[in-house]
């Protein structure tokens, strides 16, 4: 079973950047499209970024649009939200979730099955 633990939160002035990591556990992340959601307090989650398995495919919200950028390292079973110009509306906790794909190369709007527990990430001065 696909165990996904996130990394890579933290506090971080406006402007600032932050890596955010993904690392799978138990099964190869190979088969599996990755999507980054976050959730602020008060608000319903939202889809920030996915990749899908092979990479070849990459889809953004957006409020991130030339700000994030998604990546995978299938080698090292992890993806990443590299997350640049970041806004205190930034301001969430952001969780990583997989699915298998078969290799058709979608991720967005896609039902998500496996879920990370989540890293914190605030944009303040």
């Known amino acids: 079973q696909l165990q996904l633990v996130e990394s890579g939160g933290g506090l971080v002035q406006p402007g600032g950047s932050l890596r955010l990591s993904c690392t799978a556990f138990?099964?190869?992340?190979?088969?599996?499209?990755i999507g980054w959601f976050r959730q602020a307090p008060g608000k319903e989650r939202e889809g920030v970024s996915c990749?899908?398995?092979?990479?070849?495919?990459?889809n953004y919200a957006d409020s991130v649009k030339g700000r994030f950028t998604i990546s995978r390292d299938n080698a090292k079973n992890t993806a990443y939200l590299q997350m640049n110009s970041l806004k205190p509306e930034d301001t969430a906790v952001y969780y990583c979730?997989?699915?298998?794909?078969?290799?058709?190369?979608?991720?967005?709007?896609?039902?998500?099955?496996?879920w990370g527990q989540g890293t914190q990430v605030t944009v303040s001065s």
């Open positions: 979730a997989g699915y298998n794909d078969y290799g058709l190369g979608l991720c967005k709007d896609r039902e998500y099955t496996y």
């Open positions: 138990g099964v190869t992340l190979d088969y599996y499209a």
């Open positions: 990749v899908s398995s092979t990479g070849g495919s990459t």
